[in-house]
């Protein structure tokens, strides 16, 4: 019977201290900085002139609840000198423990980046400079081929998903030249894509802004290549990209990068005969692009 009691006694103590702090997002802000909405309301536990701590990483303040829906909360800073210094869509510490000010940054800090992550979205532009590790052509002698190099040019919508994936989607314009020995020629190529990306980002360098990150991408599209008078057309893929760079922050949410890439493309064509041509590239590629 003891046991039981002593296991009672914990749950009851433990309890209200795991639930007493959570995290929450702001809604908004009042344009003179004195109020803010959290997403917390009368299903939560919250009543109105009920005290509170918020927090984040580097402060903590005291508030006091002055209207609550169901799902909402209408909250003013104790301290009548302050103003709210949380941004719209941050994510902060919640905790009914005021007394706990003191304890609340040092254990913020031990919690994992994500807990206090925004996410946001971003506009990704790259070039790239693209030359051949091998090339097969179907009906083509392999030695007759000598090298094919090309730019590349994408622009992408990318999501900021977790502090540490990012994925992205967008399109993409290959212009390339093939330059065969045998007959000696230039054969240019033209494709476009969709693309989509997958990002994971490592922490950065020391207390640098730069910012190591892996990335695996697939692509699907239309290619156009010209022979002498000959043309054709047909689909191309790539399956897989894989990247390796690092971004730097220059300015607030402005990054360049530098990257580069081992991608295997392959396109199936057809002249206007009928007669089906396959080809196989793996591309070493580096790239610079910007973020923003």
Request: proline share 3%; no cysteine.
């Amino acid at each position: 019977m003891k046991p039981f009691f002593l296991l009672l006694l914990t749950i009851f103590f433990l309890i209200p201290h795991t639930q007493a702090d959570e995290m929450v997002r702001v809604q908004t802000i009042s344009k003179d900085r004195l109020n803010f909405v959290v997403g917390l309301g009368k299903g939560d536990g919250i009543m109105v002139g009920q005290q509170s701590l918020f927090s984040t990483r580097k402060i903590s303040l005291s508030a006091r609840a002055i209207e609550v829906s169901r799902y909402f909360s209408l909250w003013e800073l104790s301290e009548k000198d302050s103003v709210v210094p949380f941004k719209k869509g941050q994510t902060i510490s919640y905790s009914k423990r005021v007394n706990s000010i003191f304890l609340e940054i040092p254990r913020l800090y031990k919690l994992q980046d994500d807990s206090f992550h925004k996410e946001k979205n971003y506009w990704l532009g790259k070039w790239n400079y693209s030359l051949s590790l091998s090339e097969s052509v179907s009906g083509a002698n392999s030695n007759d081929q000598l090298l094919r190099t090309g730019t590349h040019f994408e622009i992408n919508y990318l999501k900021d998903w977790t502090t540490k994936l990012d994925w992205s989607f967008g399109a993409r314009y290959d212009q390339e030249v093939s330059r065969r020995q045998n007959p000696g020629l230039e054969v240019p190529n033209t494709k476009f894509f969709v693309i989509g990306d997958l990002y994971y980002h490592f922490s950065r360098v020391g207390e640098s802004k730069v910012n190591p990150y892996l990335g695996l991408g697939v692509g699907i599209g239309y290619s156009i290549t010209s022979i002498s008078s000959n043309i054709s057309k047909g689909y191309a893929m790539i399956l897989p990209s894989i990247k390796g760079g690092f971004q730097t922050e220059f300015a607030e949410n402005k990054f360049l990068l530098a990257e580069a890439t081992i991608e295997s493309v392959s396109s199936t064509e057809t002249f206007p005969s009928g007669v089906e041509q396959k080809t196989s590239t793996l591309n070493a590629k580096a790239s610079l692009g910007y973020k923003f």
